[in-house]
């Protein structure tokens, strides 16, 4: 067992349990900094999606950091109730709701699909659940949303065009390859490597 902390936002220093489990990586401190440093800091008002949840790193940060609701899908049971109990300590239980289930079996149970700004995708690596999942959660994006994926590899601008998306921002740490992806057709706007994105946020 070890653990994290919130780096940004209300919740700033709050200590996140990470509790050992297979295929459980959370991310690191330096990785959260970066994403958000792209995603401009603070994101008021948006409503996240975090797949394969694990220790909740990501959407904690974005509970943290204004996000106006976040839902934290994990199958892992423990993992689930490390997330309640720290969503209950945080009193942010009207924001944050924690769904046991596959990321898959989440997304096809949306009859009336939501629309999340912002979908965070850590899968297992090595897993193929990247592959899997992708297809069903850009049915879930808001038109101009945009999806975080860690993996152990880069993904070329090819394998981003085979799925309609395009890489806005993209760095490695250690072994962790993180990129920021988004709809092509939502991409227009000019990157601007001094003050995050443009165009569309």
Known sequence: MGELRI?????KRTPIVVRD?????PTPDRVRETLFNWLGQ?????NCLDLFAGAGSLGLEAGSRGAERVTLVEINPQACRALEQIITRLKATDRLKVVKSTAEDFLRAQSIPQRFDLIFMDPPFASGLLEKTLPLALE???PEGLIYV???????PEWAAQHGLICRRADKASAVHY???QPRFAGEGEQDDESGLSGNL
């Open 7 to 11: 780096i940004g936002g209300q919740w």
């Open 21 to 25: 489990a297979r295929g459980l990586r």
């Open 42 to 46: 603070w994101i008021h008002g948006w």
């Open 140 to 142: 879930h994006l808001a």
């Open 150 to 156: 860690e993996t152990d590899r880069p993904l070329s």
């Open 179 to 181: 990129h920021l992806l």
